[in-house]
């Protein structure tokens, strides 16, 4: 028997959802014919039998979630019997148990990885899930630790990795009241250190509680639908953006008229040529990519773990795609290196391929700079979310023809609203002006376009 583990689907992707079996139990499969589609929170993969034989087993159910690494199909080879198993057995729970027991109720004594046996009080999470990152909870369950045994040391009474091997290597008491000899200022200093270097992966927020929601079903009619895919991927982006960036906009308007007018007589005069779809997205591309050279902090990343600024020397830019499975945010790479027609046809392939859900994980991988564009959708202005963890995002809304005045005199100008949230821990209002007011004078004359940008 081949047990079939779900393969890798790319830097960062740990999971996808089931869309469709094209086998059943007791079929035959031939190496490299289709066996099954998967979702990511990224794009749809269609995953191929990694050998030929008879299939024995499936495991997921269209709809479910698997993990790389899960085995999700079983063949038999060279006529190996078929034994007979559910086509879809339920999933093993990935993460320990939530505790119900009433706060303060004492736990039995448990046994350390060492044979010692230690009586630890669990912490009081009132029913709620031990507070660790991903990966201390995957290091207590290879340990074989339960964490609501493990009493905590990290901030917000986080338990961390070192408390797991502690935990598990009996000697937990010593670490929860402090080892012998350890003066009040080397205690001082290891918790400025772990308040400083925090975990990556947790998520404990002071005085951040969920409620549940109440019943809705109570007032009338309701209809549910689980957070799946690429829906729970943009939520869990917009949250961490928006919990751990601290958001500022700055807004001002573009007079795009000269440029507008260049956009359209280029448009009508390429019928059938490349760039024939040029639209106002590939000038503010180039406009971003001059003001981004001239005032680098938003061409980069603030990592909360070095406390350190990377500064990028290359340009990704992503745009924001609405497409019927969520949104998603292509990147055109090595946009600085690229003409305005190439970054206009690449944006337009892109684009079709994220509509049609065709669009490869690697075309939304390494983005250094976002740009969303409400203005086809009627919208005048945003305040966009920044796509972490870049550090910050320009919106364009609605292009419309407005009265203003030039020169003591009031004129018909096009008009291009501009929004752009940035990163306050690594840049100040005043850069965002001084960034906004280049991209608004680059894009003023097609001519300063050429020159500068």
């Known amino acids: 028997m081949f047990e079939f583990k779900l393969p890798d689907l790319g830097e960062g992707i740990h999971e996808g959802e089931v869309l469709k079996w094209y086998v059943k139990v007791g079929e035959d499969i031939k190496e490299d014919e289709p066996l099954m589609d998967v979702e990511t929170d990224k794009a749809a993969v269609t995953i191929p039998s990694p050998r030929g034989g008879r299939v024995s087993k499936l495991n997921g159910d269209v709809g479910e979630v698997v993990h790389v690494g899960d085995v999700v199909a079983v063949i038999s080879e060279g006529g190996e019997a078929v034994a007979p198993s559910d086509t879809t057995p339920k999933q093993e729970k990935k ?10 109720q004492q736990q039995p004594a448990s046994t350390g990885g060492n044979g010692k046996t230690t009586s630890v009080p669990p912490p009081e999470y009132g029913g709620r899930p031990v507070p ?11 340990m074989g630790v339960d964490l609501r045994l493990v009493s905590p040391s990290g901030p917000g009474g986080r338990v961390t990795p070192d408390d797991v091997r502690v935990f598990a290597s009996g000697d937990q008491q010593t670490t929860a009241s402090g080892a012998e000899g350890v003066t009040s200022q080397e205690t001082e ?3 400025v250190a772990e308040t400083v270097n925090f975990e990556a992966g947790s998520s404990n927020i002071p005085f951040l509680e969920l409620e549940p929601l109440p019943d809705f079903s109570l007032e009338g009619p309701v209809e549910t639908e689980a957070v799946r895919s690429i829906r729970r991927k943009i939520a869990k982006k917009m949250v961490t953006s928006m919990v751990l960036v601290p958001h500022v906009a700055h807004m001002d308007d573009a007079d795009v008229t000269n440029i507008e007018k260049f956009r359209k007589e280029a448009k009508q005069s390429r019928a059938g040529m490349k760039g024939e779809k040029l639209t106002l997205l590939p000038f503010v591309m180039k406009a971003v990519i001059a003001a981004m050279r001239e005032f680098p902090s938003f061409n980069a990343s603030l990592d909360p773990f070095k406390q350190e600024i990377i500064y990028k020397k290359y340009y990704n830019l992503g745009f924001a795609a609405d497409t019927p499975r969520g949104l998603v945010v292509p990147v055109v790479k090595g946009a600085d290196k690229k003409n305005i027609l190439t970054i206009s046809d690449e944006i337009r392939d892109l684009a079709i391929s994220a509509r049609e859900g065709t669009l490869d994980v690697a075309a939304m991988r390494e983005g250094t700079f976002t740009i969303t564009n409400v203005g ?5 202005n945003l305040i966009p979310t920044i796509n972490y963890p870049e550090v910050a995002i320009l919106g364009m809304g609605r292009v419309e023809e407005r009265p203003v005045v030039r020169n003591g005199e009031i004129v018909i100008r096009s008009i291009l609203p501009l929004s752009m949230a940035f990163d306050h821990r690594i840049a100040d209002g005043a850069d965002a002006a001084r960034f906004v007011t280049m991209v608004i004078h680059l894009l003023s004359d097609p001519k300063n376009l050429l020159l500068e940008a």
């Open 189 to 191: 200093s290891k918790e």
């Open 376 to 380: 086809p959708l009627g919208g005048k």
């Open 132 to 142: 660790a990152a991903p990966a201390t909870r995957r290091l207590a369950r290879e």
């Open 95 to 104: 993460d320990e148990p939530v505790v119900t027991a009433p706060a303060m």
